[in-house]
């Protein structure tokens, strides 16, 4: 029988997200429902990550608790990145996966539920780009801030790195689909966009770039708000540097991975870019708009890694002043280059650099929030909070601002930032200045 309820449980990165949200409206449309509970689901899709450690055993183990006490299961769909890895690998490893569709396919999955429902176990890892865009539903639905991807796949290599074998080339949608897509959002109460990609930046269509469909999405009218993640340094074009200084809109938070402040690191990651052409490229960055906040992304205990090499990371953080970043172990993913390099870092090495990166990280961190006190700007409501009559919404660096305020998820409150903590900041409303 055709499953009546879904649950879709999705894992890792904002695209996984997204892909998460346009699988649920494929499902609605062909009848389904929507359950807050796995337990109670007649479909689960568990729209997996595979970019560290142990995400195949966590998927597997995820599928194993599905079981139900009476002993029956759901109909189950392993998605995402760590579908494509395993592929018919899955089904055989764990006879419970009833459907494997890769990151590319899911415009196949009410077929693949169909196909399931009569006994079959389709497997679809096909790598079409972008077909399954042109499959999905115009959007009804939409947070305050509404994820869009506009670019997908990666053809830089990093040496770490699944993402090119698991999300295949890098391809951009095309012009007219987005801004589509984006009006659509907004008809749906968006009022921020956060433009996705695992390289957004290098977003092109017929010889425009992202900075041109930033500007062209900043003429929406009822559209706030803009931003972009993640974004390569080496895609990191004038024309858009040059955009942070010019679309209003567009907000001053740029994420931007570095990886190492290492350059002996950064040439053996493949990152095509050193230290210094980082730091120029914040720098110019930082002339456009000069109240930027930063982030960035960090791996410590790549293969070879000395105390040498990581202390030029802590230099690099150091430099940036980073508003906020990312730092991960470094995980040796099956397949990749690094994996098999030589001297890998033992892991009570990795453990003791990353607890010293993410404490210079949380100082620079305060040390930004801090200087944000006293500012007067405004922030967009996002949900409710704890307390009766608090809400928290996000300010333009991207901090989390928790507000008393009578305005509703989507409202736009004017605020003076009165407060800073290392996560979040508090803010005292002036006037509420856009419905
Ligand atoms: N394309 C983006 C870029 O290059 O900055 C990032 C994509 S990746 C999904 C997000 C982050 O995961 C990377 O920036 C990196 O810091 C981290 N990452 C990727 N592979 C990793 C690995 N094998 N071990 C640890 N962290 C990893
Ligand atoms: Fe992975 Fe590097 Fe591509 Fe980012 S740029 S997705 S880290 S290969």
């Given amino acids: 029988m055709t499953p009546k309820t879904f649950k879709i449980k999705s894992f890792g990165c904002q695209m996984n997200v997204y892909d998460g949200e346009r699988m649920a409206e494929l499902l609605t449309e062909q009848g389904m429902s929507a359950v807050d509970e796995g337990a109670d689901a007649e479909l689960v899709v568990l729209n997996t990550c595979h970019i560290r450690e142990k995400a195949a055993e966590k998927a597997y183990s995820d599928v194993g608790r599905l079981r139900r006490e009476d002993g029956s299961k759901p109909l189950i769909a392993l998605a995402g990145c760590v579908a494509q890895a395993e592929g018919a690998e899955a089904q055989r490893r764990s006879p419970m996966i009833d459907i494997v569709v890769g990151p590319q396919a899911y415009h196949r999955l009410p077929q693949m539920v169909a196909e399931a429902t009569r006994g079959a176990r ?5 790598l079409p780009p972008l077909s399954k865009f042109g499959a999905f539903p115009l959007r009804r639905r939409a947070n305050p801030s509404a994820f869009l991807t506009v670019q997908e796949g990666c053809d ?8 090119p074998y698991t999300r295949g080339a890098e391809i951009s949608r095309p012009w007219s689909d987005i801004v589509d897509e984006a009006q659509a959002l907004v008809d749906a109460g968006a009022r921020e966009i956060v433009l996705l990609g695992q390289n957004v930046n290098a977003w092109e269509h017929e010889d425009r770039g992202l900075a041109d469909l930033i500007r062209a999405l900043a003429r929406i009218d009822g559209l706030e708000r803009i931003r972009y993640t993640t974004s ?14 010019e679309v209003k809109k567009l907000m001053p938070y740029l994420h931007l991975p570095v990886q190492s402040g290492s350059n002996r690191i950064l040439k053996a990651m493949n990152r095509s870019h050193t230290a210094d052409s980082y730091l120029a490229t914040i720098e110019k960055v930082r002339s456009a708009r000069p109240d930027i ?8 205990g790549f293969p070879g890694e000395s105390e040498e090499d990581f202390e030029a990371t802590l230099q690099i953080v150091d430099a940036v002043r980073y508003a906020s970043a990312y730092s991960f172990k470094y995980s040796a993913r099956p397949g990749t280059p690094a994996a098999s390099m030589e001297d890998q870092i033992p892991r009570e090495v990795m453990d003791d650099r990353l607890q010293r990166l993410q404490s210079r990280i949380n100082e620079h961190r305060l040390a930004f929030n801090r200087s944000a006190v006293g500012i007067e700007t405004e922030v967009l409501i996002e949900r409710s909070g704890r307390h009766d009559g608090q809400m928290i919404g996000r300010s333009p660096w991207l901090q989390s601002v928790h507000v008393d305020t009578s305005a509703a998820p989507g409202e736009i409150v004017d605020v003076t930032l009165v407060a800073a903590g290392p996560n979040s900041m508090t803010g005292a409303v002036r006037q509420e200045v856009a419905a």
Avoid at 122 to 126: A, E, G, I, L, Q
Avoid at 232 to 245: E, Q, R, T, W
């Fill in 293 to 300: 906040a930063l982030s960035g992304d960090f791996i410590v």
């Fill in 232 to 245: 390569h340094p080496v895609n990191m074009s004038d024309d858009l540097i040059a955009a942070h200084g």
């Fill in 156 to 163: 830089k290599f990093c040496t770490y790195c699944v993402v």
């Fill in 122 to 126: 389709p497997v679809d890892t096909d």
